[in-house]
Structures are given as C-alpha cells and as structure tokens.
C-alpha cells in the first residue's frame, strides 16, 4: 500500500512538473515571436531614421546655398557702397 502511494504521489509530482515544463515552454516561444516583432520593428525604425536623415541633409544643403547667395549678394553691395561713398 505504501508503494502504491508513492508511486502515485510521484506520478502526480511529474504531472506537475511536466505542466510546469508546458507552460514554460509556451512562455519562451511568445518571448520568441515578441523578440522576433521587436528587431523587425527596430530594423524598420532604422531604416526611417536613415530616410530621415538624408531628407534632412538635402533640405540643409538646398536652404544652405541660396542663403549664402544672399549673403554674398549683400555683402557684394555692402563694399561697392563703402568704395564709392
């Protein structure tokens, strides 16, 4: 009778820990799919900032140039004032 009870408390024990097992299994491949998500998203983010960036650099470098123009201009006229008066 004691043998039967411990072959039975055993078996309830590894039923336990098999669900356990189960459920910890479950648990890492959601962790696995959300990890997965993330660097899918982090690549995605990366790829936008690079977009973003030279967006940036094109629009500096087409404002940059037509105020240097002016500059030039203005200066220019600054020194043909100051030569002739």
Known sequence: MKVVQTLEDTNELQDAILEA?????SQQERLLESSSQLGIALDMSKDNVKDMLEEFRLAKAQYVFPLVQIIMFFFLYFCIFIFYF
């Open 21 to 25: 097992q189960r459920k910890s299994l």
